[in-house]
């Protein structure tokens, strides 16, 4: 059951991306990704070009069920680093059979569940899932057009 779940604290340093994913890589690199799930978790909803994520990868099942969480380094709001790092992930997650799933939180639910995650706030955070298309986290944002004042 989750409520037995291990959660390590987050792995990373908020907004730093690319330190973020080589810690996310290091403790999943020989991981047994049997039944994993990728969860990016974010704040905002229907602004994607704007928006930060955090990543939930969950190993195992049962009492060994683990939680392993990245602190939010993830997305455009981190810039072109945090982009890249994000669509990195994704395709790391897809090349192992692992289909993103999203999750909106409120702001201050993100910086508190980040902070000092639970089991009872993780499993909720996991109930609360969505499927996504890998492809908007991989694809580019077309360039916006300057506005001209």
């Known amino acids: 059951m989750l409520r037995a779940m291990n959660i390590a604290d987050p792995l990373g340093v908020p907004a730093a991306p690319l ?3 080589q810690a996310m890589q290091a403790r999943l690199n020989d991981a047994d990704l049997t039944g994993a799930r990728l969860i990016l978790i974010t704040d905002r909803q229907g602004e ?4 930060g994520y955090a990543a939930l990868v969950t190993l195992g099942r049962g009492a060994a069920e ?3 969480l ?3 380094a993830f997305g455009p709001r981190y810039g072109a680093a ?3 790092a994000l669509a990195e992930l994704v395709r790391w997650a897809d090349s192992a059979g692992i289909r993103p799933t999203e ?3 409120g702001s201050g639910d993100f910086q508190r569940v ?4 639970d089991a009872g706030e993780v ?4 109930a609360a899932t969505n499927p996504a298309d890998p492809a908007i986290y991989t694809t580019p944002q077309p360039a916006t057009e300057p506005e001209w004042v």
Request: aromatic fraction near 8%; avoid cysteine.
């Open 19 to 21: 330190e973020t994913w």
């Open 48 to 51: 994607r070009p704007w928006a």
């Open 66 to 68: 683990e939680a392993i």
């Open 70 to 72: 990245s602190a939010p």
């Open 82 to 84: 945090g982009a890249a």
């Open 103 to 105: 999750t909106i939180l």
């Open 114 to 117: 980040l902070a000092e995650p």
């Open 123 to 126: 499993a909720a955070l996991i």
